[in-house]
């Protein structure tokens, strides 16, 4: 396929946010691939080069770029910037810079997909020294092949700006119609996805072999499985009511963890499958000594414990570990605990479909006493008072709360289901559960806050159903000073001229910024509002208000191990509104 065939429907997809547009759009790319292109091409959708595993990132600094605009249309670098700083988005800048062209273009050899992306790829991958000239060069000869408008596309797309709103589900849709003509093959592409973490590998066998193969997917080291998350439920007595006799596990708040290990070789990922394995050689030497398997995937949560006190840390002491710099002296000033909860493959076997009683017991069998590796502390609850009991002990043990857990149920990865269910503990006049909140835009601030440049952010949930962020709040208090300058440098690397495609909203922020950061947010409760657009036309008899935070403080930083899309989703943003009112008309309080 032409890479001006892909550009095109590129431009299109940016702008427009129907999904139905969207999936019928990227279908009609599919059905035009040729064979060996189809795993590119999803990367190329997803904007990636490959899945966040591999950890190869594209990422272009801004000023490179701007480098390869001179050089393919001969005009001087100032002159580029100076269309940057009116237009304010580089792909643009490029769109007009190579539309008035002055170097002559005698034969153009139109770029092949395939030639773009391994370009990207070359782009992504080069370092050391003359590293930052090869980019130059190998972006320049694809703007210099390109016409105005697909340079537009190639600039976004190398500097981590492209603004399609297309999300993993629209694409696993489009695979399904281009495969079936209907949406039929959904939940099996979307399995083999959630087990991979890999979307052009799960394109490409159905490409090449068919459903049948797609059904067959099972998990394999080092591919990390997206994971499994928790509902929410208001008090032990409804979950007791939906579970009926579980487990239930502290509710450890550190990060979470997949631990890989298969021919002696360990790594570990993130909850956004990057590979972090260098920030924890605790972890890893623990691994070798306490864990009795040859291969083996588990998953825990890892969170700092202070031996002297015999209490754990809270996350944001946690995190400091996530670094990439003095790893060995943070390890020993910040040892770290690992509580293993689930068991997801193990020599051989695919675990994910077994019910949890067997993962948890065969992980018992499986972890070794010793100093870093515990399994998650848990018992068997045959009452609502039993749950009770063990939330009031995890809270004063320092916990965040309890999971609850199906004890029937499979690991459905990369799914919110009730087969694990939080309850938090709330503190008097607080919502039960903080929410993740992705930054759309920000605001300069009034009186001293304008000298940081940012005196508040304007925050969304995530509607996952149609891939678009919604208003929720817009928060100014929480933040440190320094905070506020750290939150601005960061913000403005992924500022946007416009309203990103992909966000709703009726307020106007000083600065719009793309999707991509998430932070915890605290409040008081979720009210009706006229402003925000989260919940609109979903709350019963007031189908014209949308749903707010009432006096929203954040909590910590951003969030770099959670992305947009893991951000609270408006469907749960719902179910706590609705759990909130019924709490209200409860005699008792929590539980
Ligand atoms: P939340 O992020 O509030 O939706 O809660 C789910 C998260 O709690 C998971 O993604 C884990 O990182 C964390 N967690 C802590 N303890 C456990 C546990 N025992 N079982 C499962 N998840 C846990």
Aim: with cysteine; hydrophobic share 35%.
């Amino acid at each position: 396929m032409r890479f001006s065939e892909l550009a095109r429907v590129f431009r299109k997809m940016e702008d427009t946010s129907s999904r139905l547009a969207l999936t019928d759009e990227l279908a009609k790319v599919f059905k035009e691939s040729e064979p060996g292109e189809m795993r590119k091409l999803v990367y190329l959708c997803q904007g990636i080069v490959k899945p966040a595993h591999e950890g190869i990132e594209l990422g272009m600094a801004g000023k490179l770029a701007m480098r390869s605009i001179s050089i393919s249309s001969g005009k001087k670098q100032e002159d580029i910037e100076k269309i940057y700083r009116k237009e304010g988005d580089l792909g643009l800048a490029a769109e007009i810079a190579m539309g008035k062209r002055t170097q002559g273009v005698l034969v153009r050899q139109e770029p092949s997909v395939e030639k773009v992306y391994g370009n990207f790829y070359k782009i992504a991958t080069a370092g050391g020294s003359g590293s930052q000239d090869l980019k130059v060069k190998l972006l320049s000869e694809l703007l210099g092949s390109c016409e105005a408008e697909e340079a537009r596309i190639l600039v976004r797309f190398v500097t981590g700006s492209l603004r399609m709103g297309v999300g993993d589900a629209t694409i696993i849709d489009a695979l399904s119609y281009w495969a079936a003509g209907d949406k039929r093959f959904h939940d099996d592409i979307a399995r083999a996805y959630n087990m991979r973490g890999d979307l052009g590998l799960v394109a490409e066998l159905l490409f090449s072999k068919g459903i049948e193969a797609v059904k067959r997917i099972s998990p394999e080291p080092f591919d990390p499985i997206r994971p499994a998350l928790a509902e929410r439920l208001p008090s032990a007595k409804e979950i007791f009511e939906r579970l009926g006799k579980c487990a239930v596990e502290g509710k450890y708040d550190g990060f979470r963890i997949q631990v890989h290990v298969k021919g002696g070789r360990i790594e570990i990922y993130s909850r956004r499958q990057e590979k972090i394995t260098h920030m924890f050689p605790d972890i890893v030497a623990a691994v070798k000594k306490q864990v009795k398997a040859k291969e083996i995937i588990f998953e825990g949560e890892a969170i700092a414990y202070s031996d002297e006190t015999g209490t754990f840390q809270p996350f944001q002491v946690t995190i400091q570990r996530k670094r990439k710099h003095e790893v060995e002296e943070k390890a020993a000033e910040l040892p770290l605990k690992l509580f293993a909860f689930e068991l997801l493959f193990i020599d051989g076997k695919d675990y994910t479909q077994k019910p949890y009683r067997e993962r948890v017991e065969k992980l018992r069998q499986t972890i070794a006493a010793g100093d870093t590796i515990d399994l998650a502390h848990r018992i068997t609850a045959s009452t609502p008072e039993e749950i009770n009991a063990f939330f009031d002990e995890s809270v004063s043990s320092g916990l965040e709360g309890i999971i609850a857990k199906d004890l029937e149920a499979p690991y459905v990865a990369g799914a919110r289901k009730f087969a694990w269910i939080k309850l938090k503990k709330s503190y008097k006049g607080e919502l039960t559960d903080t929410l993740d909140v992705a930054i759309v835009g920000y605001y300069r601030g009034k009186g001293n806050r304008t000298e940081f440049g940012l005196g508040g952010i304007l925050t969304a949930a995530y509607d996952d159903s149609k891939n678009v962020f919604k208003t929720i709040a817009k928060i100014g208090t929480g933040f440190s000073e320094e905070q506020m300058a750290q939150f601005k440098k960061t913000l403005d690397e992924i500022k946007s001229k416009d309203r990103p495609a992909q966000v709703d909203s009726v307020l106007e922020p000083d600065v719009w910024v793309k999707p991509k950061y998430v932070v915890t947010v605290n409040a008081d409760e979720i009210t009706r509002s006229p402003t925000h657009t989260c919940g609109i036309g979903k709350i019963k008899g007031h189908e014209n208000e949308g749903l707010a935070l009432r006096f929203p403080r954040l909590v910590g930083d951003i969030r770099t191990d959670k992305s947009a899309e893991d951000a609270t989703t408006e469907k749960e943003v719902l179910e706590m509104f609705s759990m909130q009112k019924q709490k209200a008309t409860e005699p008792s309080g929590q539980a």
